[in-house]
């Protein structure tokens, strides 16, 4: 699993690369809580382009983000969601609370 | 019982393992010629119920999940097994968004993406003794041809 990121004013752009399960999660959720703290993060943009794995684990890592996200009054947007984790997250019902947008630009404008 | 093929795997309850469980079923399911739509299905219920067995079962104690798998008429039927502390109440524990463990942020749909992906799921516990899951998949490229 790789993680990549970058910033455009207060919001966060994470780019997640690889496989996200279980085993994994827990290093992402501290590495990004790191950043969203030290660099006073308000807003959270997952790009899932380059994600070929996900299961329930990552529903996990996002909601936990968005809870602390949230309170702080910031957004937190899923964007490049491959079908497969489209699924997933439909599903859980993660769009109730989450935005999706097609791409960084789109949801950098619209957030 | 009938079948066409027939493989098992054993290993630690390490997280490591959970990726290398995964891959192993869909390699062998692979002889069934699934789609790749069908293969993440099977990857990603693999995933959900080996996660359970490690965190759940064994509670990142360490122990032994089993991993068997048939090839029975055009199907696969995949059982992930552990002799950890069993579900108490199964019905609770399949619910959508029920997870003992949210401290640890488990989103608690595991079974749920179980029950989705796979076309049966079988779930028998024991408090004490232990859980075993029972998914079966029907492969649609199969299914049209027959």
């Known amino acids: 699993?790789?993680?990549?990121?970058?910033?455009?004013?207060?919001?966060?752009?994470?780019?997640?690369?690889g496989e996200l399960d279980h085993h994994v999660a827990e290093d992402i959720r501290i590495e990004l809580d790191d950043i969203?703290?030290?660099?006073?993060?308000?807003?959270?943009?997952?790009d899932m382009g380059?994600?070929?794995?996900?299961?329930?684990?990552?529903?996990?890592?996002?909601?936990?983000?968005?809870?602390?996200?949230?309170?702080?009054?910031?957004?937190?947007?899923?964007?490049e969601v491959p079908d497969k984790i489209d699924k997933i997250f439909t599903l859980a019902g993660l769009y109730?609370?989450?935005?999706?947008?097609?791409?960084?630009r789109e949801a950098i404008n619209r957030m | 019982m009938e079948y066409k093929n027939y493989m098992k795997l054993e290993f630690e309850s390490k997280s490591q393992n959970e990726a290398f469980a995964r891959v192993v079923v869909a390699s062998?399911?692979?002889?069934?010629?699934?789609?790749i739509e069908e293969i993440t299905d099977i990857k990603t219920a693999v995933?959900?119920?080996?996660?359970?067995?490690?965190?759940?079962?064994?509670?990142?104690?360490?122990?032994?999940?089993?991993?068997?798998?048939?090839?029975?008429?055009?199907?696969?039927e995949v059982i992930i097994e552990d002799e950890g502390r069993g579900i108490e109440d199964i019905e609770k524990a399949k619910e959508?968004?029920?997870?003992?463990?949210?401290?640890?942020?488990?989103?608690?749909?595991?079974?749920?993406?179980?029950?989705?992906?796979?076309?049966?799921?079988?779930v028998y516990s024991e408090a004490g003794l232990g859980t075993k899951i029972r998914m079966v998949k029907k492969f649609k490229s199969l299914i049209a041809d027959e």
């Not at chain 1, 996990?60 to 702080?72: D, T």
């Not at chain 1, 109730?96 to 960084?104: G, H, S």
């Open chain 1, 96 to 104: 109730r609370i989450v935005e999706k947008y097609q791409n960084k």
């Open chain 2, 28 to 35: 062998f399911a692979a002889q069934l010629d699934p789609t």
């Open chain 1, 1 to 17: 699993m790789q993680l990549k990121y970058e910033t455009n004013n207060n919001t966060l752009i994470v780019e997640l690369e």
């Open chain 1, 50 to 79: 380059l994600l070929h794995f996900m299961d329930s684990s990552g529903i996990g890592v996002i909601m936990g983000r968005y809870k602390n996200i949230s309170k702080l009054g910031g957004k937190v947007a899923v964007v």
């Open chain 2, 96 to 122: 959508p968004l029920y997870t003992s463990k949210p401290e640890l942020e488990r989103s608690g749909m595991g079974f749920t993406v179980m029950e989705t992906f796979m076309d049966e799921v079988d």
């Open chain 1, 36 to 46: 969203i703290e030290r660099k006073r993060i308000r807003n959270l943009i997952f």
């Open chain 2, 47 to 76: 995933s959900e119920a080996v996660t359970n067995a490690i965190i759940h079962g064994y509670e990142n104690t360490t122990g032994i999940v089993k991993v068997t798998c048939y090839i029975i008429n055009q199907e696969l």
